[in-house]
């Protein structure tokens, strides 16, 4: 792995640790904090891909899994203090969640983009953040919250995130941690189309400067 790696890796690791603390604080009534920075990994993910190809985003997307991973669980074993109680930073189940959820929507979308890299330069990094943002959503909601998977973490009392409340305060009744995967696969939905504004500027400076040197 070249050096030219380090800072996809840097920037891959420190999004999904603040990422893995900030999904635990709410943000409004239906989203969390982690929803608008968890974004950024899919943006290092396609730069990466388009400027090093598909092997340098596939080691990187596995070097930021790696240290994620160990990143997460050293939160695990950190307490925080509020409101009378003492609370982990970031709970195993988020941190199992967001290890299943990042390995398998950041690999579908360095397969994504690799197939769709020829055409129009908006078409990879969108159509695989789309896709990819869907899959992370849905594996890491239901993994860190959902009741019936209670057994992976016993300790953890997620009852606040299976309270039944309609969808997004008006739709059918479902438990809140849905209401929450929905709101966040959205704000990812939107967050993927505005990345397209700093992705072609970092690509196109980025060729600029190889033609230069």
Do not use: H
Request: proline fraction near 4%; charged fraction near 10%.
């Amino acid at each position: 792995m070249t050096r030219s790696y380090l800072p996809g890796i840097l920037a891959m690791a420190a999004t999904v640790l603040a990422s893995n603390i900030l999904v635990q604080i709410l943000f409004g009534q239906w989203l969390t904090w982690g929803a608008f920075t968890y974004p950024v990994a899919f943006l290092v993910t396609d730069l990466m891909n388009r400027l090093y190809g598909v092997r340098a985003a596939r080691k990187v997307v596995l070097a930021g899994f790696v240290t994620g991973v160990i990143c997460s669980l050293i939160g695990t074993q950190v307490m925080l203090q509020g409101d009378g109680y003492s609370y982990p930073a970031v709970t195993l189940r988020v941190a199992i969640g967001s290890g299943a959820a990042f390995l398998a929507a950041q690999l579908m979308d360095v397969s994504i983009f690799d197939k769709l890299r020829d055409g129009a330069w908006w078409r990879a990094p969108l159509a695989s953040t789309l896709v990819g943002s869907s899959l992370d959503t849905a594996i890491f909601f239901s993994v860190a919250f959902a009741g019936s998977l209670s057994f992976l973490e016993p300790g953890n009392d997620v009852s606040w995130a299976n309270e039944m409340l309609p969808l997004l305060g008006a739709g059918p009744i479902v438990p809140l941690w849905v209401s929450l995967g929905l709101a966040d696969w959205m704000v990812k939905l939107s967050l993927a189309i505005l990345a397209l504004v700093p992705f072609r500027m970092i690509v196109s400076k980025a060729l600029s400067s190889r033609a230069i040197a």
